[in-house]
């Protein structure tokens, strides 16, 4: 019964996932935009999941639980906090108004499907046809980064923009070897913290790159300068 209407319960999944990430872009108040990532990653995970089971690629479960625990846990978790700290709701000023981007949203839709037509008919797994939606994915979320001006829905769009890449690498070829995987969640919580420094006003790394500048002067006055 798996075999049979697995691949239909993946084609649906990746429906969802489109969904969300529309609403994502025409979403404007912070709580719901994360609440939407999180329901994004949870989606990911229940999709990444029932691959591993149609499949039998077991490494699967283990980037399931990976994203399940940093895609609707930690991240929303630590986005929320920031909104919370800044006291911040709405993200009001879109580069683009919220028609004008669905419209061009949908445009990129119409291209990702074009440009994953001929991978998907070299592709041999059985969540093929998944790969349109992925690149969708992609798509929408690098144009909601790039219409929005707060530091907040851009990381949020990053972070949704990796997600549409795990994704088609799920459906391309039954998901990325676990050392990719790993290194991609450090540069997403990277990504992550960078993005709620720049959020809050607290540069830690440029304030660290200050002190090592100053550190390297002292010593070079200490020493009589260069070449003494």
């Known amino acids: ?127 093929r046809s998944t790969l349109g939606i992925a690149l969708a994915s992609v798509l929408l979320s690098f144009l909601m980064m790039i219409t929005r001006s707060k530091a907040i829905p851009q990381v949020i769009g990053f972070l949704a923009m990796e997600n549409g890449l795990f994704f088609a690498a799920t459906g391309a070829v039954y998901g990325m070897p676990m050392v990719v995987e790993l290194g991609v969640a450090l540069d997403v919580l990277v990504g992550a913290h960078i993005g709620y420094f720049l959020a809050s006003g607290q540069p830690p790394a440029a304030e660290v790159g200050e002190r090592l500048v100053e550190i390297v002067l002292e010593g070079i006055r200490a020493g009589g300068g260069p070449g003494s």
Not at 30 to 50: D, E, H
Not at 54 to 66: E, F, M, N, P, V
């Open 1 to 127: 019964m798996l075999a049979h209407y697995g691949p239909q319960l993946v084609n649906l999944f990746a429906a969802v996932l489109l969904l969300l990430a529309f609403a994502m872009l025409a979403q404007r108040r912070m709580i719901s935009l994360i609440n939407l990532f999180a329901a994004q990653g949870f989606v990911l995970f229940l999709t990444t999941s029932l691959v591993a089971a149609i499949t039998g690629q077991h490494h699967l479960y283990w980037s399931a639980l990976l994203t399940l625990a940093l895609k609707v846990i930690v991240l929303p978790w630590i986005l929320h906090r920031l909104i919370r700290k800044l006291n911040v709701k709405w993200d009001v000023e879109t580069l683009i108004n919220i028609p004008t981007t669905m419209l061009v949203g949908i445009v990129l839709v119409v291209l990702a499907f074009n440009l994953a037509l001929p991978i998907s008919q070299l592709a041999g797994t059985v969540t």
